[in-house]
């Protein structure tokens, strides 16, 4: 185990006490940086309940605007809420069909509406519908919600994911 490090400012990884990183695993994936990790951290240090996912980091060469996308009904909207600069008392998923079932908050909301027109993200986020998505510099964290700690035959889905949001779509439109 590690103290998680969180040179990228995340909301998520700004929760909590006891911030723990183990099972780390990185490299160049296509035109990326990834690292996979297991996260955990304490959500109320009175409560001691541990919060346990496995996240991916990407860093792509890619100009993609800071955003906050996660599912409706779930808890994580509390996590937009550390970061004054995003626009939390708007959800710009409403006017974006694809986007059913998300709440998404952006600092530059038309470079986020864009940005989730593109390619193959509007059929990738009907399919996925348990994802969180923070943008932060053009690095990208995101993790399943319905998942707590990955198997490791499961983080080609996670690569997945990265694919969507860390790379342009061709020229004719077609996925990463």
Known sequence: MEPCL????????NL???????????GPYGEMNITMFDYSFLRDPMSY???RRTVV???TPLPVPDFFLHPEGHGLARYTDVDPGYNRSKNLAEGVRFLD???LHAVDEEAALAFFSRGE????????????????????LAF??????EH????PVLLEIAEHFGREAGPDGAAP
């Open 49 to 51: 309940v541990e919060t």
């Open 6 to 13: 969180n040179e990228h400012r995340f909301a998520y990884l």
């Open 57 to 59: 980091i990407a860093e």
């Open 152 to 155: 490791v035959g499961d983080f």
């Open 144 to 149: 399943r919600t319905d998942r707590c700690l």
């Open 101 to 103: 079932g998300f709440h």
């Open 121 to 140: 993200r509007p059929r990738f986020c009907r399919r996925q519908t348990k994802l969180y998505v923070e943008v932060r510099g053009g690095v990208i």
């Open 16 to 26: 909590g006490s006891d911030r723990m990183k183990r099972n780390t695993v990185s």
